[in-house]
């Protein structure tokens, strides 16, 4: 995705750095306003998350704006609540998976199959974009504890590198 952004924004790249947060985050951009959800963004947030002047952000709404692609998938953007961090509070488990390349495909259908086979249920699974993320995840956010002897059968998963447990 971010290389038809690139499009739009390869000249401007601060405008690019706000776009990028902005999916990132899977914030909305609709009627000249920045929105998580139904919850509007004050632009000076913005430009403080993303290290710019506010008046790059305001750019960077025109610009989405203006073009009928941009405006399409910022309009179309949604929030997701990440439980990595709740996980252990609520007494489930997280594994994050770091792929040897996230553009291999079967990493998730094969993590999932092993943790099915245990007979274990998913909350969650989130996947970063790799080509919106420079070292993206994948994490699967467990009901109940995995068990030890799991683990080494999860990492030989086709396109595993590694795993964490949170």
Known sequence: MWLLLSEYFGRY???GKVARLLLSLGLSVKNGKVHCDGVEI???AL???A?????IVRATIET????KQLRE???ALHSTAMLRDVAPVMGWSCIEIIPTDAHTSGILADVMGVIAEGGISVRQALVDDPMLMEEPRLYVITESAVPPE???RIK???GVKSILLH
């Open 47 to 49: 430009a403080r998350a």
């Open 42 to 44: 004050a632009d000076m």
């Open 150 to 152: 799991m683990i080494p």
């Open 13 to 15: 790249p601060s405008q």
């Open 64 to 67: 989405i704006e203006e073009h």
């Open 73 to 75: 998938i910022f309009e």
């Open 51 to 55: 290290g710019v002047d506010r008046r």
């Open 156 to 158: 030989r998963c086709h």
